[in-house]
T-cell receptor, first 111, second 113 residues
Framework: EAGVTQSPRYAVLQEGQAVSFWCDPI?????LYWYQQPRDQGPQLLVY????????NSQLPSDRFSAVRPKGTNSTLKIQSAKQGDTATYLC?????????FGSGTRLTVL | GDSVTQTEGQVTVSESKSLIINCTYS????????LFWYVRYPGEGLQLLLK?????QKGSSRGFEATYNKETTSFHLQKASVQESDSAVYYC??????????FGLGTRVSVFP
């Protein structure tokens, strides 16, 4: 069974640039999560979906971050105008129950 | 809101010695959350180590154990005899009504021969 796939693995930007992260969850998993993990911290939930619906995006900086999951399968997280404080690893996870399965993450550096 | 506290950011231990990683939690819910330990081995993604969804129960995996203590709101991770292959970052987490996990800061464990 294929795991959660994320791309790209790395991204380096200047402040003000835009970037998108892509996630392909495990087939059949209805719930998809995006987490932000700054260096030396634990993952922090940004947004999660059940099928195509956003269930909770209260921690998503809505002025610059957006996330979609239009067909209830793959998902894209976008940062419109990156800041140095966005430097972190962005993790995608999927589940059908209480166990989350994580991808390898995208490590973002904003210069 | 919910929070998870891991008091040790880094632990160094000799092979074959015992290990304990402390975890306490706080939740605003009236119910008991599900509790988890996740681990990231070098070069790998975050993966589930063990979980306990019933207060008072113990979970175990790969020689590790953790007991859900609702009185002290703790979920400490223990192993009697560690190996070099246990070197990793360990995260305690709680799940309240399937609203996504709340993680602790993580504890980096280094096991040396």
């Amino acid at each position: 069974e294929a795991g959660v796939t994320q791309s790209p693995r790395y991204a380096v930007l200047q402040e003000g640039q835009a970037v998108s992260f892509w996630c392909d969850p495990i087939s059949g998993h209805d719930t998809l999560y995006w987490y932000q993990q700054p260096r030396d911290q634990g993952p922090q939930l940004l947004v999660y979906f059940r099928d195509e619906a956003v269930i909770d995006n209260s921690q998503l900086p809505s002025d610059r971050f957006s996330a979609v999951r239009p067909k209830g399968t793959n998902s894209t997280l976008k940062i419109q105008s990156a800041k140095q404080g966005d430097t972190a690893t962005y993790l995608c996870a999927s589940s059908t129950g209480d166990t989350l399965y994580f991808g390898s993450g995208t490590r973002l550096t904003v210069l | 809101g919910d929070s998870v506290t891991q008091t040790e950011g880094q632990v160094t231990v000799s092979e074959s010695k015992s290990l304990i990683i402390n975890c306490t939690y706080s939740t605003t819910s009236i119910a008991y959350p599900n509790l988890f330990w996740y681990v990231r081995y070098p070069g790998e993604g975050l993966q589930l180590l063990l979980k306990v969804i019933t207060a008072g129960q113990k979970g175990s995996s790969r020689g590790f154990e953790a007991t859900y203590n609702k009185e002290t709101t703790s979920f400490h991770l223990q192993k009697a005899s560690v190996q070099e292959s246990d070197s990793a970052v360990y995260y305690c987490a709680l799940d309240n009504y399937a609203q996504g996990l709340t993680f602790g800061l993580g504890t980096r464990v280094s096991v040396f021969p």
